[in-house]
């Protein structure tokens, strides 16, 4: 059995890899909005279709594709209000490890052909799951895909404006023979082109950090996004980031402050600060419990503290030149 179910993965794969053209979702909207997709354009017949991680995906209406075969990928999230999707038989719809189905009624529903794969009485279906001709109907219409886990696991997508330049950082929690990653820009968020590729780590277990520049940027806004490549040709998307141009002249420059249960704190600097600042970690009793500086900062910062520091903290970042931002964290 284990056999049959790498045989259709594999068969599955080739379907994708040749499938043409890919269309893939740029902003959390409705399916049967054009602006929700880079093509500008709804998904139509032979299209592989892409809902990247963070993204989500909203059908509140009959989107009637009966006589369409698309391979639908989802890395965020499909969700139904009172909607319906339907199909071609040949259709195959694949749900990424951590990503979902989501529906209330029996009304929402997902149709391969005349069979019903979905309801939304079923509730919320996690990947990894298959739903393709050989699987069978609601509520056994999706099946264990057997796949892997997504070959990347982001746990930061950054960007920082630096005069005229655009600093890109992303980082990686974890990477199962990855590949490679392209880095793509927008001048208008719905045309792509690749400015750059950077090799992966391959396999990875342990937290792992990118940035690239993009260098002579001249119009006032302008999007990016990481596209992550697999050995086998599987791919994933970053969500979409805006850089504004001449941000980085803003006399309070903006710090965003998080954290992570691993015990990282991410600060993300959207313009360089000049000079040295201090990061302190203080309890809520008022106890430093953490120091340090950190000279002309810009784009995402990576503080590593004590793995024995569990709770509430307050982060205090100052230039001692009169900037002070601060933020609360859960370790």
């Known amino acids: 059995m284990k056999k049959f179910y790498a045989f259709l993965a594999i068969i599955f794969l080739v379907k994708i890899a040749s499938a043409n053209p890919i269309i893939t979702a740029v902003k959390s909207d409705k399916w049967d909005h054009d602006h929700t997709w880079d093509l500008d354009r709804t998904p139509q017949d032979g299209d592989t279709v892409v809902i990247p991680i963070g993204f989500k995906i909203e059908i509140d209406e009959n989107i009637n594709l009966s006589h369409a075969t698309i391979y639908l990928k989802i890395g965020g999230e499909l969700k139904f209000d009172d909607g319906k999707l339907k199909v071609d038989e040949n259709s195959s719809i694949l749900i990424y490890y951590g990503a979902s189905i989501t529906g209330q009624k029996n009304r929402d529903k997902i149709k391969l052909g005349n069979k019903i794969k979905y309801k939304g009485s079923q509730g919320t279906l996690v990947g990894p799951l298959l739903a393709d001709m050989t699987t069978g109907e609601a509520p056994n219409g999706f099946k264990p895909a057997n796949y892997n886990p997504l070959p990347v696991h982001f746990a930061g997508f950054t960007i920082a404006v630096q005069h005229k330049d655009v600093l890109i950082q992303w980082n990686t929690a974890s990477e199962s023979n990855s590949a490679y990653f392209e880095i793509q820009r927008s001048d208008n968020g719905i045309d792509w082109k690749t400015i750059g590729t950077m090799d992966a780590a391959g396999n990875s277990s342990e937290l792992r950090k990118y940035s690239f520049t993009d260098y002579g940027v001249f119009v006032p806004v302008v999007y990016y996004r990481v596209k992550q490549v697999d050995i086998d040709g599987r791919f994933i998307m970053t969500e979409i980031r805006t850089a504004k141009l001449g941000s980085e002249n803003s006399s309070d420059p903006q710090i965003k402050i998080s954290s992570r249960s691993n015990h ?46 569990n709770g509430i903290y307050i982060v205090a970042i100052s230039d001692g030149k009169g900037f002070k931002k601060a933020g609360k964290v859960m370790l």
Do not use: A, D
């Not at 600060?267 to 008022?286: C, D, P, W, Y």
């Open 264 to 309: 990282h704190i991410f600060l993300h600097f959207t313009s360089k600060v000049e000079g040295n600042v201090s990061i302190r970690l203080v309890s809520l009793s008022g106890q430093v419990v953490y120091n340090t500086t950190i000279s002309n900062p810009v784009g995402q910062q990576i503080i590593n503290v004590n793995s024995n520091m």
